[in-house]
């Protein structure tokens, strides 16, 4: 299964606000259109985010009248500005643009076809896709090492295909395991408000058949307590250069629960999610959603009108409490700050 993929000049998606009933696609004509299916979390996790806004960036340049490669720079400036606004957390969306920025820079210096340079960004943004699903393999490999046969896993939040291109972060390590032959159980935690885990975690792990039971999320400790979880694997929108874990709302929660009941605690990421330039996690933005998203589900209202809600999409796990974090050049274990810099080091080419 493919999340987002390219197809008659247009940019298609699955819709992720409508699974786990409806299987819809959403096609993106033009930028303003991918723009909106990030922010409406049409699309979303933060891989997801990064490829996409690479996609949202040649598919401007594919739409934007310019006959002339300064042109046609100039009039990518609004396409970099409007898909940046979209969410502030996930650091892989600025990853993807700024990859995109340069690229497109790189490649207006050496011809003055502005075709040719639609071309090169639409390559540049499939070999990113591909990229994605490759680096998925590669943390599949050294996260399932941490998984032993017979195993029950936690997992908060959906990480899985829909969340990157195809296969998954910390769902890719627990898919991984369960193919090389290890007998796994995951407990799924629904992870209110926007229930990634009950509607599209489960429905992955449904799909591919690996054992799983579905709690809300004040379950987890409860199962924890008594001997039930034994490792936690989660993702990340954005880590920090200490090691603190930005990831989705009630991940903190999780990761206190698993040091207290001694319970090791995984974050998966591509080297895409960290972010060095922010010496902890403190500095990394918290995105603030729309109230609708608690007092409703699916539409139906579960509070009293008008009440007062707070809604951060995201919370913020101080490096202490997370045991190793599991990334496609390695699995790097505190203190994180060296090992965070080596693998970033190693994925840009410089070591
Ligand atoms: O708000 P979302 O659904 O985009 O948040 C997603 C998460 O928090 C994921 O855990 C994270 O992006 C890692 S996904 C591989």
Redesign the pocket.
């Known amino acids: 299964m493919r999340t987002i993929w390219w197809q008659d000049q247009t940019v298609h998606l699955i819709d ?1 606000t409508k699974l786990p009933h409806q299987e819809i696609i959403v096609e993106c004509r033009d930028y303003p259109d991918v723009a909106n299916a990030i922010a409406t ?1 049409q699309i ?6 990064g490829v996409t806004a690479a996609y949202g960036v040649a598919l401007g340049a594919w739409r934007a009248p310019a006959d002339s490669v300064p042109d046609l720079l100039a009039q990518l400036q609004p396409v970099y500005e409007t898909l940046r606004a979209t ?1 502030p ?2 650091v ?1 969306l600025f990853w993807g643009i700024d990859k995109m920025r340069r690229y497109a820079d790189a490649v207006a210096a050496g011809t003055d076809d502005a075709d040719e340079v639609r071309r090169l960004l639409l390559a540049e943004a499939e070999r990113l896709a591909d990229e994605d699903v490759a680096t998925n393999r590669r943390m599949g490999e050294y996260g399932a090492a941490l998984i032993e046969d017979g195993m029950n896993v936690l997992t ?5 295909a829909l ?2 291109v195809d296969y ?4 890719g390590v627990i898919r991984a395991a369960w193919e090389q032959g290890k007998h796994i159980h995951v407990w799924v935690d629904e992870t209110r408000p ?1 229930l ?1 885990g009950a509607r599209l975690t489960a429905w992955e792990l449904m799909k591919l058949g690996i054992p799983m039971t579905l709690i809300s999320d004040n379950m987890a400790g409860h199962f924890m307590r008594r001997g039930q979880v034994d490792a936690v694997f ?4 954005r880590i920090a250069a200490n090691g603190d874990v930005a ?2 709302i009630g ?1 903190y929660s999780v990761a206190v629960l698993a040091h207290e009941n001694g319970i090791p605690f995984y974050s ?2 591509p080297v895409s ?1 960290l972010d060095l330039s922010l010496a902890s996690g403190e500095q990394i933005p918290i ?1 603030e959603r729309d109230p609708r998203e608690v007092t409703h589900i699916q539409g139906v209202p579960i509070a009293p009108e008008g009440v007062h809600v707070a809604n951060p ?2 919370d913020v796990t101080p490096n202490r409490y997370v045991t190793a974090i599991v990334t496609n050049r390695g699995v790097v274990y505190p203190p994180f700050e060296e090992g965070l810099r080596r693998v970033v080091a190693e994925s840009e080419g410089n070591v």
């Not at 998954?168 to 769902?171: F, P, S, V, Y």
């Open positions: 992720q979390m979303r996790g933060a891989p997801a985010i969410r957390t996930a892989n908060h939040c959906n990480t899985g969340a990157v998954g972060t910390a769902l926007f990634q989660v993702g990340a929108d990831n989705k991940t998966v990421i999610t995105e999409a995201f």
